[in-house]
């Protein structure tokens, strides 16, 4: 299924609250923004949000900002930056302004200032620690920093020589003054700027003194005309201050915040810091290492743009948090290739076939439609000769009553080409199988009287002479438990699923498939959904599983739970 061919989604609470907006003329054009930080690469769950926040816009008319919320130095890096953008591109989404939270930084410490002279922010001088044990719990409120009343001309006088670099990290910062008995903690005196002798991406040493996100976010909103601030719940808490801010600042505008569910995904860890810790610790081979949940790694897989917008809008939109099976994502991907991805053979575990009457040095070519439901994808030629690669799994010597497929005396079709029988197994000296002697039914080609034949079993092949050596990688669930940054008792890593990639370093392709540039997408028969991975060559092809044919996990996730 195709994104139209896909019902309207169903309306949802942001839906409703923007529709309303616009209809009573309370905003005259929607912007909403994408707001990142570049310490990291986006993941599935920030695909939800994309995808809300540029379908929101699109829908009522409007535009969306990328803006990059670059106030940590520290942390920050160009390639994130740049990893962020060719994420959000190959989503499918175009933004029309690339902004930064460092662009308004003048504005931002202008904006500190005022502040100040209204005696509603002051520079506090205490350290971290104390500052943290002042801000009491969620029961008890927290108590007054003994530099609280500073008058606004000596903080004012303190945060310009803050700025000016007289002050080592951490000898101030400057707090807000709204309430340090409110029942929202982020009320209680927040901290709005920190001293931090860091070099930045962008402003290079311009600068010093940095701004929390929560000062700067509200306030870049107003600065770009943001109408709507969509934000996952964890902010929900935040919006008090968010609001305090905006009204308490001389702002060009009034942004409205409203959260939603993020995104949870089962057998996985959807947390940047946990992320992290996987690549540093060399469990998963980088940020875009095929069974991480980033979007790098993913697209890597093999996952479409198709298959994860149309998995967002599934999702939906709403208020209660839940945890969404892995098996609806890979759903999403097979509907989406099964309508467009070429069928292609490919053996994985190789296991010789001769057919002992077919001509030694001939070759026949076979004319094998790209797409069994689709004629105008066409068709291809693909040879057939005497010496054949099956699947080993294709065969057993002492096969169960109802094993369809190959065994001593035992007929199949070879998928495209005739009726084979098996005649004779040739083993090692070991008792190992290492080949069958097979004869055809030439009366079972097509055209011919016997085509109709049936028989039970139909099984895939690959000619021995003209297959392709390549390398196949079988990527699985990251973890082997639902939830495992759920267990208190254990350390996440220690639930990662050791059977998460299997490399088989012996498999035979299609000839052809080698030639497929990297990110081609195509179905191997029988077998599951691939794509070519930036790794292949023609001289050395590297093909990464996208997806089984079937969800083969939904049983064993229910299991599980």
Same mark, same amino acid.
Request: charged residues 30%; hydrophobic residues 35%.
């Given at each position: 299924m195709t994104d139209t061919d896909r019902p309207e989604p169903p309306p949802h609470f942001i839906r409703t609250r923007i529709r309303k907006d616009v209809e009573t003329e309370v905003v005259q054009q929607v912007v909403t923004r994408f707001p990142p930080e570049p310490n990291g690469y986006l993941h599935i769950g920030h695909a939800k949000s994309i995808a809300l926040n540029f379908a929101m816009a699109e829908e009522f008319g409007g535009r969306t900002h990328l803006r990059f919320d670059d106030t940590n130095p520290m942390k920050e890096e160009q390639r994130y930056v740049d990893a962020i953008r060719d994420d959000v591109g190959w989503l499918g989404y175009e933004w029309a302004r690339e902004c930064y939270a460092s662009d308004y930084f003048e504005q931002l410490y202008a904006w500190a200032l005022h502040l100040i002279d209204q005696g509603l922010a002051y520079v506090d001088s205490q350290d971290a620690d104390a500052i943290r044990e002042q801000r009491g719990t969620l029961t008890e409120p927290g108590r007054e920093s003994p530099y609280r009343d500073r008058p606004p001309a000596e903080s004012r006088d303190l945060f310009e020589r803050m700025r000016a670099g007289e002050f080592p990290d951490g000898a101030h910062v400057l707090r807000a003054k709204i309430d340090m008995a409110a029942p929202n903690i982020n009320l209680r005196d927040p901290v709005l700027y920190r001293i931090r002798h860091q070099h930045h991406a962008r402003t290079g040493d311009a600068w010093c003194i940095y701004p929390s996100y929560d000062f700067a976010h509200g306030q870049s909103d107003a600065i770009e005309g943001i109408?709507?601030?969509?934000?996952?719940?964890?902010?929900?808490?935040?919006?008090?201050?968010?609001?305090?801010?905006?009204?308490?600042?001389?702002?060009?505008?009034?942004?409205?915040?409203?959260?939603?569910?993020?995104?949870?995904?089962?057998?996985?860890?959807?947390?940047?810091?946990?992320?992290?810790?996987?690549?540093?610790?060399?469990?998963?081979?980088?940020?875009?290492?095929?069974?991480?949940?980033?979007?790098?790694?993913?697209?890597?897989?093999?996952?479409?743009?198709?298959?994860?917008?149309?998995?967002?809008?599934?999702?939906?939109?709403?208020?209660?948090?839940?945890?969404?099976?892995?098996?609806?994502?890979?759903?999403? *991907?097979?509907?989406?290739?099964? $309508? /467009? #991805?070429?069928? %292609? !053979?490919a053996v994985l575990n190789p296991l010789k076939v001769i057919l002992t009457n077919f001509p030694d040095d001939e070759t026949e070519w076979l004319e094998l439609p790209n797409h069994p439901q689709n004629p105008d994808m066409g068709t291809r030629e693909v040879p057939l000769s005497r010496e054949l690669w099956i699947e080993a799994g294709d065969f057993m010597i002492d096969a169960p009553k109802k094993f369809f497929r190959l065994k001593p005396g035992?007929?199949?079709?070879?998928?495209?080409?005739?009726?084979?029988?098996?005649?004779?197994?040739?083993?090692?000296?070991?008792?190992?199988?290492?080949?069958?002697?097979?004869?055809?039914?030439?009366?079972?080609?097509?055209?011919?009287?016997?085509?109709?034949?049936?028989?039970?079993?139909?099984?895939?092949? *690959?000619?021995?002479?003209?297959? $392709? /050596? #390549?390398?196949? %990688? !079988?990527?699985?669930?990251?973890?082997?438990?639902?939830?495992?940054?759920?267990?208190?008792?254990?350390?996440?890593?220690?639930?990662?699923?050791?059977?998460?990639?299997?490399?088989?370093?012996?498999?035979?392709?299609?000839?052809?498939?080698?030639?497929?540039?990297?990110?081609?997408?195509?179905?191997?028969?029988?077998?599951?959904?691939?794509?070519?991975?930036?790794?292949?060559?023609?001289?050395?092809?590297?093909?990464?599983?996208a997806a089984t044919l079937r969800d083969t996990w939904s049983k064993i996730e229910k299991q599980l739970r």
């Open positions: 109408t709507h601030s969509l934000c996952t719940l964890e902010f929900e808490d935040h919006r008090p201050l968010y609001d305090w801010l905006i009204e308490h600042l001389p702002v060009p505008a009034r942004p409205r915040q409203i959260e939603f569910a993020r995104l949870n995904l089962d057998f996985t860890v959807l947390s940047k810091r946990r992320l992290s810790r996987l690549v540093d610790e060399g469990h998963v081979d980088g940020w875009d290492d095929p069974r991480m949940p980033t979007l790098a790694g993913i697209r890597r897989r093999g996952f479409t743009p198709a298959s994860i917008r149309n998995f967002c809008t599934e999702i939906g939109v709403t208020k209660s948090e839940s945890v969404i099976p892995f098996g609806a994502l890979e759903r999403n *991907l097979r509907d989406d290739l099964n $309508v /467009r #991805a070429p069928r %292609r !053979l035992g007929e199949v079709r070879l998928r495209g080409a005739f009726i084979v029988r098996c005649d004779e197994v040739v083993k090692d000296d070991s008792g190992n199988v290492v080949a069958l002697h097979c004869s055809f039914d030439p009366d079972t080609r097509s055209g011919q009287p016997g085509a109709d034949r049936k028989v039970k079993g139909t099984i895939h092949w *690959l000619s021995a002479e003209h297959a $392709v /050596r #390549a390398e196949v %990688r !079988l990527y699985d669930r990251l973890f082997s438990v639902p939830h495992p940054a759920a267990d208190k008792d254990r350390d996440f890593v220690e639930h990662l699923n050791p059977d998460s990639l299997q490399v088989v370093s012996d498999a035979r392709i299609e000839p052809g498939v080698e030639a497929m540039a990297p990110g081609t997408h195509m179905q191997f028969e029988r077998t599951g959904y691939f794509v070519v991975d930036r790794d292949s060559t023609p001289d050395a092809p590297v093909l990464n599983r």
